[in-house]
Structure formats: structure tokens, C-alpha cells
């Protein structure tokens, strides 16, 4: 399995945030500029709901954005983590179909994120392979390089997490 954890190759995006589709978004906490420095990712009112898979203190978003919190490892996930993620991607579905902007972020907003808005698309008839290539080619190449995450939705989540939840 290949993750970020492995590979300090993978470089920073080049903006915060990427539109997969119309009111959904990819993003990260930290990117970087094209002078080549490093910055923070904050959100604060852009987004009508931003979904965060890996908090980190100080990038928001301000108060009155609704925020929903789930963390998951860039790794192998159990049951309860992949119910979560199915989760996620049912209310991101539900939010873009009433006309709200979503925002799902991790690290960079390769993996993790990657895994929960490629599976909204899965949500919305987008066959898995396609929501993989149009994930890579609207946020970044090095999405989903996670090859477990990619499984994970060869497989459907669900049935993923039934296996999980068996093998447990």
C-alpha cells in the first residue's frame, strides 16, 4: 500500500482547494505557492458545509458554518470508520443537491478527502473508476494514491465495510 506516510515525495497542492464538481470541493490545510512557500489553508465563510477528516487547530471554519468532524487515519480503516465515510458522502450528496457549497478536506486533500468525495460521486451514478480519474484530474495527480483507498472504492464502500466489520 503506497500513502502519504510513505512517500515524503508528494508534494503540497498548489491551491487550498480544488471544485471536483459543482458545490463540491477538495481541500487540504496546507498548499503551496507558487513561489514555492508553504502556506496554512484556513477556511473561514467560503463553504456552506466543510467536512474535516483530520483536524487541525486553527483552520477553521468560523463560527456559524456547519461543521461536521470525522477523523480516519490515511491507512487501513475498520467498519465504523468506513460507515463514517458513507456517511460523509451522503451528506455532502444531500448538501450539493440543495445548492450548498461543500467542502471536504484532510492533510493536503488527497486521500482521505479523495476517498469521500469520490464515493459522493459513486452517490450521485459516477461508476468508481471515473470518480477516481475525475478526483486526480480536478484536485491533483497524487489523489488517491492511497492503493487501499482505491480498493475501498472498487469495491463500494459498504461492501468494504461489511468485510471489514467480518474480519473484525
Given amino acids: 500500500m ?3 506516510g510513505e512517500r515524503p515525495d508528494v508534494p503540497a497542492p498548489d491551491r487550498p482547494w480544488h471544485e471536483i464538481v459543482p458545490g463540491l470541493w477538495m481541500g487540504g490545510h496546507e498548499y503551496r505557492r507558487s513561489a ?3 502556506e496554512l489553508a484556513v477556511v473561514r465563510d467560503e463553504f456552506d458545509l466543510v ?6 487547530p486553527g483552520h477553521g471554519p ?5 461543521h461536521q468532524v470525522w477523523p480516519i487515519p490515511d491507512g487501513p480503516l475498520d467498519g465504523t470508520q468506513l460507515a ?3 456517511r460523509l458522502a451522503d451528506a455532502a450528496v444531500d448538501a450539493v443537491d440543495r445548492g450548498r457549497r461543500v467542502l471536504v ?6 486521500n482521505r478527502s479523495g476517498l469521500v468525495v469520490a464515493h459522493a460521486l459513486m452517490r450521485r451514478g459516477v461508476g468508481a ?3 477516481i480519474r475525475l478526483v486526480r484530474a480536478r484536485r491533483s495527480p497524487w489523489a488517491l494514491h ?6 475501498y472504492l472498487r469495491t463500494g464502500p459498504a461492501t468494504a465495510r461489511l468485510l471489514e466489520e467480518l474480519a473484525e
Avoid: K, M, P, S
Fill in 2 to 4: 503506497r500513502t502519504r
Fill in 36 to 38: 514555492g512557500r508553504l
Fill in 51 to 56: 467536512q474535516t477528516l483530520l483536524r487541525l
Fill in 62 to 66: 468560523d463560527a456559524g458554518v456547519e
Fill in 84 to 86: 463514517g465515510v458513507i
Fill in 105 to 110: 478536506r484532510c492533510f493536503h486533500g488527497y
Fill in 129 to 131: 473508476e471515473e470518480a
Fill in 146 to 151: 492511497n492503493e487501499l483507498f482505491e480498493a
